[in-house]
């Protein structure tokens, strides 16, 4: 069983809109990190946070921003959405220093 | 710029015949090179892991070969069961600079074993 959650699981857009995804992190995994994995692909780096500071970008525009928080919760916001931002985003934590990555299940994104 | 190549794309095997992936990297500063499972609808999972000064590791049916020398690794799944039917990703880590901690995954391989 995963420990890391995200929410929401669907979820429907308008392009231009903006969004905030949402993820619990596993227990003591103070890095966490976003990707977004488009049909057919693996995923994509898009940004890393550890102790509530971002220390790592993918080549993603600045429209895509996010938090973390100390109980170990994050969020990845998107502005001005396109078409293109059609995908399942990805949340991933771990403990600074271990390797592992724990993956949510994902929010499947769709802006029409 | 793709830096992790996966083949094949697609794979189809029989039950019990031996499955496997090929992965080749390009950056150097790769320092942990990792395989994930994602089923339809779910996350990816962490199957098996090799770091570089390691040649072959070992876990059950899943077993990495790794080459430093042709920055190359490869997932073999002996025994294939129709519940390993999946996609598999390899990736690698950045143990270094300002990339560290970014994972680049492959492309992908959907795995088919037919009972």
């Known amino acids: 069983e995963t420990g890391v959650t995200q929410s929401p699981t669907h979820l429907i857009k308008t392009r231009g809109q903006q969004v905030t995804l949402r993820c619990s992190s596993q227990s003591g995994h103070n890095t966490v990190s976003w990707y977004q994995q488009a049909l057919g692909q693996g995923p994509q780096f898009i940004f890393q946070?550890?102790?509530?500071?971002?220390?790592g970008r993918g080549n993603f525009p600045p429209r895509f921003s996010g938090l973390q928080f100390p109980n170990y919760s994050s969020e990845l916001n998107v502005n001005a959405l396109e078409l293109d931002d059609s995908a399942l985003y990805l949340c991933a934590s771990r403990l600074q220093g271990i390797y592992g990555y724990t993956f949510g299940s994902g929010t499947r994104l769709t802006v029409v | 710029q793709q830096q992790v190549k996966q083949s094949p794309q697609s794979l189809i095997v029989q039950k019990g015949g031996i499955s496997i992936i090929n992965c080749a990297y390009e950056n150097t500063a790769f320092d942990y090179f990792p395989w994930y499972q994602q089923f339809p609808g779910k996350g990816p999972a962490l199957l098996i892991a090799i770091r570089p000064d390691v040649s072959e590791k070992k876990e059950g049916r899943f077993t990495i070969s790794f080459n430093k020398s042709a920055k190359q690794f490869s997932l073999h799944i002996m025994d294939s069961q129709p519940g390993d039917s999946a996609t598999y990703f390899c990736?690698?880590?950045?143990?270094?600079?300002?990339?560290?901690?970014?994972?680049?995954f492959g492309q992908g391989t959907i795995l088919t074993v037919h009972p």
């Open positions: 946070y550890y102790r509530e500071e971002e220390n």
């Open positions: 990736a690698a880590l950045n143990a270094g600079g300002t990339s560290y901690g970014k994972l680049t």
